[in-house]
């Protein structure tokens, strides 16, 4: 059993830049593909980015690429996303999932393949 909990978002202006963290209980976050998603008010749960259990392999959704890093820390069990250049269609809230794994080059983009998730924390960028 894996415990999330998100934490960082806010409100800011477009252009501006926010950092998620994603802090894990429970289990060591080492043995995990971690995902980062979002979901807008209306619309479904889309991807924004993963990252292997190691952290060397990162994948991130076309909308993000280039603005967005994920990164993880496994030694104390978080998962951060650095955002930037933020757009208004960037507002959501956002999930930071867990899947376990025994691969160490794994990553996911289909919420489907996440067992964990925290409660969300909300992103508001104005324009």
């Known amino acids: 059993q894996v415990r999330l909990v998100e934490s960082g978002g806010g409100l800011v202006q477009a252009g501006g830049s926010l950092r998620l963290s994603c802090a894990a209980s429970g289990r060591t976050v080492s043995d995990y593909v971690m995902g980062w998603f979002r979901q807008a008010p209306g619309k479904e749960r889309e991807f924004v980015a993963a990252?292997?259990?190691?952290?060397?392999?990162?994948n991130y959704a076309d909308s993000v690429k280039g603005r967005f890093t994920m990164s993880r820390d496994n030694a104390k069990n978080t998962v951060s996303l650095q955002m930037t250049s933020l757009k208004p269609e960037d507002t959501a809230v956002y999930y930071c999932?867990?899947?376990?794994?025994?691969?160490?080059?794994?990553?996911?983009?289909?919420?489907?393949?996440?067992?964990?998730w925290g409660q969300g924390t909300q992103v508001t960028v104005s324009s």
């Open positions: 999932g867990a899947r376990y794994t025994d691969l160490d080059y794994e990553v996911r983009r289909n919420s489907y393949d996440y067992s964990y």
């Open positions: 990252i292997s259990r190691s952290g060397t392999i990162t």
